[in-house]
């Protein structure tokens, strides 16, 4: 679905921000004449579906430490950054997981297809933590391990993105989505 590509794209929109001039009051919706026939069902359901998306962008700022300094201490941030990306991998998992099966089964390709790549980027990161929780020191043998782990998760995250643009909801979730506040734009 390509909400998920332009929601990455609006990442930009904070960046932007400096340049505009602040207007006094508050934005008034676009009427929504297409979602009056949503069922709840798929309001709640798009909602989370959505919120999934909102939580991987939200949590895409994850910082790793530059090799400098005190080696066990790099060693540490290094294990407790990507201890981060694989628990927002997991709780992305475990909310994906929540949503099947979907109100209709359409709609469960679409989170199968987002939930393998991300599984199998999850284990990456996963293998590139125990690779260096296990270590004695990040040598650059450990390091170009990390390294191969943490190229293969970035690949296989973008594989679920490019997937994205090919699969698509039924219309009637993307109506719901419309009236879901997590789908908000």
């Known amino acids: ?35 009056a026939g949503a069922s709840p069902e798929l309001v ?25 300094g005190d080696p066990a201490a790099l060693k540490k941030a290094f294990s407790d950054s990507l201890g981060r990306v694989e628990d927002v991998l997991e709780v992305a998992l475990h909310d ?8 209709q089964p359409a709609a469960d390709t ?8 991300l599984g199998r980027a999850r284990d990456k990161f996963v293998s590139a933590k125990s690779t260096v929780d296990g270590a ?26 490019e997937k994205l643009d090919v699969v698509s909801l039924p219309d009637e ?4 989505g419309e009236q879901a506040e997590n789908c908000a734009r």
């Open 96 to 103: 994906l997981d929540e949503l099947t099966p979907a109100p």
């Open 1 to 35: 679905m390509k909400r998920w590509v332009v929601a990455v794209v609006a990442l930009a929109g904070p960046i932007l921000a400096g340049c505009g001039t602040p207007v006094e009051g508050r934005a008034v919706p676009a009427p929504r004449s297409s979602t």
């Open 173 to 176: 979730f993307k109506d719901a």
């Open 44 to 68: 709640r359901w798009m909602n989370n579906y959505c919120g999934v998306a909102n939580y991987l962008i939200a949590s895409g700022g994850v910082q790793f430490p530059q090799p400098e």
């Open 136 to 161: 004695p020191e990040l040598t650059a043998d450990v390091f170009s391990s990390v390294m191969q782990d943490l190229t293969e998760a970035v690949t296989v995250m973008n594989e679920a993105v």
């Open 110 to 117: 679409a989170v199968e297809v987002i939930a393998g790549p």
